[in-house]
């Protein structure tokens, strides 16, 4: 069985019940250069929260989505069904923060984008494993992300906002992380080199296609293409790649 879900639990239903807000008081103000630089840059990634947010099962009926080796062949624990519902309410606040800022500054709202349309189409596939892989590796860049557009502008209330979008990004990442690496501790070697490839491969690429579609905002903060690379990896490998993975050293039958 999973481990911490009672803890990952507690924190998620806390910040339900008491969620970031931002102050009220701070300067708002976006000039001319910065509302052209931002606006479309900042749609993409409000359409990319309200699509995580709607990739977590809201009921536990929905539980297939998550089949897995958990406890038995399609059976979720309890717990991490209502965790992944909080996740999926707390990232649909996401989007409604940002939406709200746009409205605010007369920032048009996208409909559709083909980043987000990708991303959609991929996580209706796939099992429990499957969406975590993908998950976390879009938090991940999107975390960096984030810290770079606070970089890129002079609003205090934008600041702030991808302040509070990172805090909780850095909280999903590490139940996302603790869970993929728990999972693979079940597999073989041969199984978990070739998993770790593929998710290293697909993250790459996926951080490559960000730096290309949002270049304006990331060259702002002072990021090329290395650099941003470079910045995600630096992520990737805290979370997924730690020197030493005690629970990938485990056998199996201690972590069920």
């Not at 990634?45 to 080796?69: K, Y």
Request: glycine letters at 6%; a positive charge; charged letters at 20%.
């Amino acid at each position: 069985m999973f481990r911490d879900l009672e803890i990952w639990l507690n924190h998620f239903e806390y910040h339900a019940q008491h969620p970031r807000c931002i102050p009220a008081g701070l300067s708002d103000r976006l000039n001319s250069d910065e509302h052209r630089l931002i606006g479309r840059s900042l749609s993409a990634f409000q359409l990319g929260e309200q699509c995580e947010g709607r990739g977590a099962p809201s009921r536990p009926e929905r539980r297939p989505w998550m089949a897995g080796r958990v406890e038995a062949p399609g059976t979720v624990p309890e717990t991490l069904v209502r965790i992944m519902t909080l996740i999926s309410h707390e990232q649909q606040r996401h989007a409604s923060l940002l939406s709200a800022f746009m409205h605010d500054h007369g920032l048009p709202l996208k409909r559709t984008d083909w980043t987000d349309f990708v991303f959609c189409c991929l996580r209706r596939v796939g099992g429990f494993e499957y969406r975590l892989h993908l998950f976390v590796a879009v938090e991940l860049i999107a975390s960096v992300y984030y810290r770079a557009l606070e970089v890129a502008t002079g609003c205090q209330r934008l600041k702030v906002l991808c302040r509070t979008l990172v805090a909780d990004e850095l909280a999903h990442i590490g139940l996302q992380s603790q869970l993929l690496l728990t999972l693979r501790a079940r597999k073989t070697p041969a199984a978990r080199g070739t998993i770790r490839w593929l998710h290293r491969a697909f993250f790459t690429a996926t951080a490559g296609v960000v730096y290309l579609t949002h270049r304006p905002v990331l060259r702002v903060a002072g990021y090329d293409l290395g650099g941003f690379l470079r910045a995600c990896a630096s992520q990737y490998a805290f979370y997924l790649e730690p020197p030493v993975t005690c629970r990938e050293r485990t056998p199996s039958h201690e972590v069920r």
